[in-house]
């Protein structure tokens, strides 16, 4: 039969709050999703490209849900998905009882579950519980509260300094509301917010739509990922296609014989 996830709003019968219910699947089920990018290390476009999970048990009094996997998204096995599964429910035990990502989730998964969770009470009666199940028997259970959106929203505000730089190309500058251009990093990841002064203004100008590094204070979330910058320096970098070679590493290390990297890579170019 395989693995499901049951969840569970408690409540004598006629007292279930059908706008909260449904509420709750639908982070769930974006939560499941979300996880599911993470387990694949592959962000999907629509919603219709994730598994869609069915429907195998529904019950009123407490608002009983049990969901199974039925159609799986491209790439995503049965492991994969009770993987998925186990993480939805360990990551709620960890955030139950303390701050940080929990394992396996990512800023997205820790962000649509605190969401969730802002609609979840502080004690267990108007909490949730969600279990994994095997073959329809429970293997893993956790009670699940407001507590959760505590710990996940202070997690998500969580915020690291250091000094460094970052490579990227610059697409924008505003001097309105505040002092701030915009950085796309070379190495993916989300646009940069480059603060500066009053006095680098020129530079930046100079610089916009150019392959640039700079370096300042920089600001992370929780994931490592770069923030902002407070600028201190910046300097222009030629385009990555026009940097010049000068060093070639692979099986053969003779494979420029007497030439320059440059050379060799020359001639690579005009043989295709």
């Not at 998925?84 to 139950?96: C, K, P, R, T, Y």
């Not at 697409?171 to 940069?192: I, M, Y």
Request: proline share 4%; aromatic share 2%; net charge negative.
């Amino acid at each position: 039969m395989g693995d499901g996830l049951r969840v569970i709003l408690p409540g004598p019968e006629g007292s279930g709050d059908a706008r909260r219910a449904f509420t709750v699947m639908g982070q769930i089920l974006e939560l499941l999703g979300e996880l599911e990018d993470k387990a694949l290390n592959k962000q999907s476009g629509r919603a219709d490209d994730r598994t869609s999970w069915g429907l195998t048990e529904l019950s009123l009094g407490s608002i009983v849900t049990t969901l199974a996997p039925n159609m799986p998204r491209r790439g995503a096995t049965s492991k994969t998905l009770s993987g998925v599964l186990a993480s939805a429910v360990d990551g709620f035990a960890q955030a139950e009882e303390h701050e940080g990502l929990p394992e396996g989730w990512d800023i997205r998964s820790a962000r649509t579950a605190a969401d969730l969770t802002r609609l979840l009470g502080l004690i267990s009666s108007d909490g949730m519980q969600i279990q994994l199940l095997r073959d329809d028997h429970p293997v893993r259970a956790v009670t699940v509260t407001h507590r959760s959106a505590e710990n996940l929203s202070a997690t998500l505000k969580t915020r690291r300094e250091s000094i460094g730089s970052v490579i990227g190309r610059l697409d924008s500058l505003s001097l309105h509301d505040r002092r701030e251009a915009g950085l796309w990093p070379e190495r993916n990841g989300p646009r940069v917010a480059v603060r500066f002064e009053v006095g680098q203004v020129d530079e930046l100008k100079a610089a916009w739509g150019r392959r640039v590094e700079v370096s300042g204070l920089i600001v992370r979330d929780i994931e490592d990922t770069v923030l902002t910058v407070r600028m201190r320096r910046i300097e222009l970098l030629p385009d990555a296609a026009d940097a010049p070679a000068v060093a070639l590493s692979g099986l053969s290390l003779d494979m420029a014989g007497d030439r320059a990297p440059g050379e060799h890579l020359e001639d690579i170019r005009g043989a295709s």
